[in-house]
């Protein structure tokens, strides 16, 4: 018995049939794959990492569990760390470690634990422990001495704290935040703490970055290296500004016509300040 040969489909039907293939396979993806919001941004780790204008000498860059932190054997200060927070970092439950130890990445020279003992200043975190408490080594390492720097402890327990307290907040709302920081040094000063000599910074600096709604938004704040009764809105200033101040270029990674864009001006009400 002579088989039947089965009924061609005609082509037409064959690619109707592909296209609705295809068309599965995009909605399925799109609703299972993990996808940014329309218009938001790409942060790149990059971002967290600025360029100095005049690098200074004997520096080193050392990428940590949870940021990275150009530190000055010279000094014996960071020049900067930069780091991403999330929302989910932000809110955290590893418990805080107080173990302050120098730096196994560090090459030559740094500070060490005993330099600041009995010295009058606080062992000021870059990269805060609060901001680290979502990875054990990330809370380790924060307390790398190579994080530290001499900070007076009416700022380091008053505004710096606030202001910490506000980058883990917008993290929070917004999502993620991308946040630079560390001392200035604007003074022929030699004032040094411990036999490491550890120089003690004029002031401090703090950046943000952050996306909102696809839009990108700064800000800027520089503490002056002592005990200052001031609300944290009047440390506040534009990202061009603390370039002046520090010599760093941040936010380079962003396309320049963005990068200047967002650096010029600040709004305070965003970030919450009144």
């Not at 967290?48 to 000055?72: D, L, M, R, W």
């Not at 503490?223 to 270029?249: P, Q, R, W």
Request: contains cysteine; hydrophobic residues 35%; charged residues 30%.
């Amino acid at each position: 018995m002579a088989k039947r040969k089965k009924k061609k489909q005609p082509a037409t039907n064959r690619i109707l049939w592909v296209a609705a293939v295809v068309v599965a396979g995009i909605l399925i993806s799109y609703f299972i794959e993990p996808r940014q919001a329309e218009g938001s941004a790409d942060y790149s780790s990059d971002l967290a990492v600025p360029v100095f204008t005049t690098p200074p000498a004997k520096s080193q860059i050392i990428e940590h569990t949870g940021y990275t932190v150009s530190y000055n054997s010279s000094t014996k200060n960071p020049n900067w760390v930069g780091y991403e927070l999330t929302a989910e970092e932000a809110v955290g439950v590893v418990e805080r470690e107080d173990g302050f130890c120098c730096d196994p990445m560090v090459r030559g020279t740094q500070a060490c634990d005993d330099d600041y003992k009995n010295s009058g200043w606080d062992r000021g975190h870059m990269a805060p422990a609060a901001d680290m408490k979502w990875s054990k080594q990330a809370m380790e390492e924060s307390f790398y001495l190579s994080n530290v720097s001499p900070q007076n402890k009416n700022l380091n327990r008053g505004v710096w704290k606030k202001l910490e307290e506000l980058t883990r907040d917008k993290a929070e709302l917004y999502g993620r935040v991308i946040v630079v920081t560390g001392p200035i040094f604007n003074s022929d000063r030699e004032e040094c703490i411990g036999y490491s000599r550890v120089k003690i910074p004029d002031a401090f600096f703090k950046v943000l970055l952050t996306d909102y709604n696809g839009k990108y938004r700064s800000i800027g704040f520089v503490c002056k290296n002592k005990a200052e009764k001031k609300k944290l809105k009047e440390y506040a200033m534009s990202i061009d500004k603390v370039e002046e101040l520090t010599g760093l270029d941040f936010f380079t990674a962003l396309p320049d016509d963005t990068e200047n864009e967002i650096e010029k001006s600040y709004s305070a009400p965003f970030w919450g300040l009144h």
